[in-house]
């Protein structure tokens, strides 16, 4: 296993958190869009998108690229922080989010977004689609490795196990997904609305490989992602332990901000607290 | 006419797929657990490579054949109309059309033709469903001539078609001689009295009709409308100016269908224009003999000859 130098992951750490920042400042000044799930999974979205997948911001159609689908596509706040921190677009056109003739749309559009592979926003689809991609690009022997972030409430959706069927009786192993587990969704905790456990147990039933990693500990998830790749023969799953609104205090945890952004009185607040946790790093 | 020859349009579709599969290497085919039921068995067993096998699982295989098109590959994906345009709405929608990703689907046993199974099987609403989502092209053949052409028109085009196909054998009236373009209606009639708009299994019985009609002095236009969206606006429109009055004709509900679209094109075209809706009436269809249940439920060269004559009297000749 590669044991990531520090400055690599500090690198990262602090990626993350500006990351946050857009997250939060995007969100607000839209007065909408969510916050909560956005922000629990900017540390996998920071690893992925500055260590893991090749690609290619200047060219977002070079063939050789790996696969990125965002399946809780309300996350969209967080992959469009991160596509233009990769320089995808300027970070200038992030305070367009949810605007009318925005390329930003409040859920991820193919059409509209450099760097989005396939539109998703209906919960439940995306991994379907990356299955067929990763079916796609073995089938055709290429290398290219397709990675999907799926919600814990998104996994109450039918159709993500008929994907996860699918994907191990096909044999389509260059698959990732990861398990952005929040623990929760819109009308509350997920444990309250729908019962998902034991994930683990279920993935595994289904023919698929499983990791567990803490999503907010970019060295271990550095790790995981490197460990996924080894001897791979199945399907594989991350379950990324997470905390919703991470990095935002009076957010954390908080389900309120599922589906909602921090009014504007609380936004320099906020914006000050992640400026804080730079000295940290 | 009886003497046709007679084929399923699923029959022709299985078949010209396996063709075009020897043709177009990077047609990939995805099927939900009826391979034999939609003919993609016979490309399963040319290309098992190049088939995939979804289970009963409609959802999972359109999203699965939206990320085959992305990376490089046609995939054809059937199953029963029912379960592609129903079950399957949300990830057409959502994941196929919204990406505008180059899937084909292919639905099959559509309408109250497909017989014994009964109304859960029963697509009348597949037409309504796919034709509505921005960007799907719908193709709704007459026989197997005109479903291997279309078929090959839908590979051709970029973008995501819908193909309306059917269970019982319908005898063949397309020429060998004509051609098929995607979007454009087929005249396969001449009359100026009024004109019989029809798609699907229904154009046989447009075409009985008109001929029946015309042994009474009455020479009906018909129209074959293969491609329901885009609709041919030109030759519609030619037609109501021409003959001032039109049936439509499909089995598929009223609302939302071939007859739908021409309504709603055609309240831009002319005002007073009778049009006269043959259908499924907003009911759900019932098991028995394709044949019997089209008379029944007014799918017939007799109901279609019938409205034309209402037309007539509507329009005081």
Known sequence: ?281 | MNHLPLVSTRQAFGEELCELGKKIENIVVLNADLSVSTRTSFFAEAFPERFFNAGIAEQNMMGVAAGLSTTGFIPIVSTLAVFAAGRAYDQIRNTICHSALNVKIAGSHSGISMGEDGSSHQSIEDIALMRVIPGMTVLVPADGLETKRALRAAIEHEGPVYMRLGRPEVAAITHRKSSFTLGRAKILRNGNDATIVACGIMVFQALKAADVLKCRGINVRVINMHTVKPLDLEVLSEAAEQTGGIVTAEDHSVIGGLGSAVLEALAWVRTKLPVYQIGIRDTFGESGNPDDLMRKYGLSWENIAKAVEEILSVKGV
């Open chain 1, 1 to 281: 296993m590669l044991n990531h130098p520090k400055e690599i992951v500090r690198d990262l750490e602090e990626k993350a958190l500006l990351a946050r920042q857009e997250i939060v400042r995007m969100t607000t000044n839209a007065s909408s869009g969510h916050l909560g799930g956005s922000l629990s999974c900017v540390d996998l979205l920071v690893a992925l998108y500055f260590h893991q997948l090749r690609h290619n911001p200047s060219d977002p159609s070079w063939p050789d690229r790996d696969r990125f689908i965002l399946s809780k596509g309300h996350a969209a706040p967080a992959l469009y922080a991160i596509l233009a921190l990769s320089g995808y677009f300027p970070k200038e056109e992030l305070s367009t989010f949810r605007r009318m003739n925005s390329r930003l749309q409040g859920h991820p559009n193919n059409k509209k977004t450099p760097g989005v592979e396939i539109s998703t926003g209906s919960l439940g689809q995306g991994l379907s689609g990356a299955v067929g991609m990763a079916l796609g690009f073995k089938i055709s022997g290429r290398e290219n490795h397709v990675y999907a972030l799926l919600g814990d409430g998104e996994l109450n959706e039918g159709q993500i196990w008929e994907a996860a069927m699918f994907a191990s009786h096909h044999e389509v192993v260059g698959i990732t997904a990861l398990v952005d587990r929040n623990h929760g969704q819109n009308d509350g905790r997920t444990e309250k609305v729908m019962s998902i456990e034991s994930l683990i147990a279920k993935w595994m039933a289904f023919g698929w490989r499983v990791f567990e990693v803490n999503g907010h500990n970019m060295k271990d998830i550095l790790d995981v992602l490197d460990r996924s790749m080894e001897d791979r023969n199945k399907p594989t799953v991350i379950i990324a332990e997470t905390v919703k609104g991470k990095g935002v205090s009076f957010v954390e945890g908080n389900d309120a901000y599922h589906a909602k952004s921090l009014p504007k009185q609380k936004l320099d607040v906020a914006l000050a607290e992640l400026e804080g946790m730079r000295s940290a790093l």
